[in-house]
């Protein structure tokens, strides 16, 4: 499989230096994002969640970040061409960097909305790409093993619920991510 910078270079030198200026745009905005390929695309993930691709082509580049995004986005896509789930953009010119963060805050978005699942599962990003909070429901309660982290995705706190009630150890961490302080919860 080929690394994000080859599939990059791949194309011609300026449309190349725009994609670079695009991967290094998302990296600085979601430094909790981890960057691997999808579909041959580059592909920012949170979590193991597809955060959004890109992919240059040989009339334009594009972004994939879905079609919800693109709901949400609404007249903010006026200037780009846009087909399902896809945004167009200039082949050497990258979108502006607020451009760039509105897709980025709109798909974490929608991301944070999709949960919790119906198996219970809860997650929820700061929009670094960081996991805020990492849980599970039971019956619409908190219930289980709940953690919750800080901005820059070191700990904060965890502990435990049951059927929505914290119960037993719960433990708060110093800003390194050690523990700081333990509280039982009876």
């Known amino acids: 499989m080929k690394e994000v910078p080859e599939i990059i270079d791949s194309f011609p030198a300026t449309q190349a230096a725009c994609l670079h200026s695009v991967r290094q745009t998302l990296l600085a905005l979601v430094p909790g994002a ?12 949170v979590d193991n ?7 240059g082509f040989s009339h ?9 995004v693109q709901d949400l986005l609404g007249s ?5 061409t846009t087909t399902k789930g896809t945004i167009h953009c200039d082949i050497h010119t990258p979108p502006p960097k607020t451009f760039v963060k509105a897709v980025v805050a ?3 978005r929608v991301i944070n ?27 619409d309660q ?3 093993a709940w953690e919750f982290f800080r901005k820059d995705g070191t700990p904060l706190r965890s502990g435990s619920f049951r059927l929505g009630v914290q119960t037993g150890p719960w433990i708060t961490y110093s800003p390194d991510g050690s523990p700081y302080k333990t509280t039982n919860v009876t």
């Not at 981890?34 to 993930?45: A, I, K, N, Q």
């Not at 119906?118 to 019956?139: A, P």
């Open 49 to 55: 969640k597809v955060l959004l691709s890109f992919r």
């Open 76 to 80: 903010a896509l006026l200037p780009y």
């Open 142 to 144: 908190m219930h289980g």
């Open 106 to 108: 709109a798909r974490i």
């Open 113 to 139: 909305t999709s949960f919790p699942k119906q198996s219970g599962e809860f997650l929820s990003f700061y929009s670094t790409g960081f996991v805020k909070g990492r849980c599970r429901y039971t019956n």
């Open 34 to 45: 981890v960057e691997d390929t999808t579909w041959g695309m580059p592909t920012l993930r």
């Open 60 to 68: 334009h580049n594009s972004l994939f970040p879905g079609r919800e």
